[in-house]
């Protein structure tokens, strides 16, 4: 046959609906909470684990219910954590709302590049030794994304 296998990788692609707000230091539509639908790519490159995969497609089913109808915030808006509410204040905005609501990322503002690292270091937290490189493209609408990449 002649050929051999060189290199392994897995394709996943989903939207889901959220909306943010970005803190910026300068007028723009966008300092007002609007939303999207996302669409989101992933692809990982890996040797196949003990399971015969690179990495399983549940653990990415689960981030999108994660980020699923919610509204995703910085931790660094985040003034107060009452029992199940939260306090997001910024852009002139004091939000209070269920915790469950909310997607708090730990990066300093919610543009689609933060979301993609965000989204790439979650699956980074699940993969395993076998996976070689994360590439996540967030798109916001049919003409503008972020990506990012993961190499070890």
Known sequence: MGFHVTER???????FDSSHFLALPY???CLRIHGHTYNVDVEIW??????GMIFDFNHLSRLIKLLDHRI???ESWVVERK?????????GKR????????????KPNVTA?????????RIAEKAGDNVEK???????????YAEVTLEK
């Open 9 to 15: 990788k897995i394709g996943w692609h989903k939207d």
């Open 27 to 29: 007028e723009s539509k």
């Open 46 to 51: 890996g040797d196949l684990n003990e399971n």
């Open 72 to 74: 995703i915030v910085s």
């Open 83 to 91: 029992e199940d509410i939260i306090v997001i204040e910024k852009n």
């Open 95 to 106: 939000i209070e709302l269920p915790a469950d609501e909310a997607v708090i990322l730990d």
């Open 113 to 121: 590049e933060f979301i993609a690292e965000w989204f790439a270091e």
């Open 134 to 144: 994360i590439r996540v493209k967030i798109w916001e609408d049919p003409r503008s």
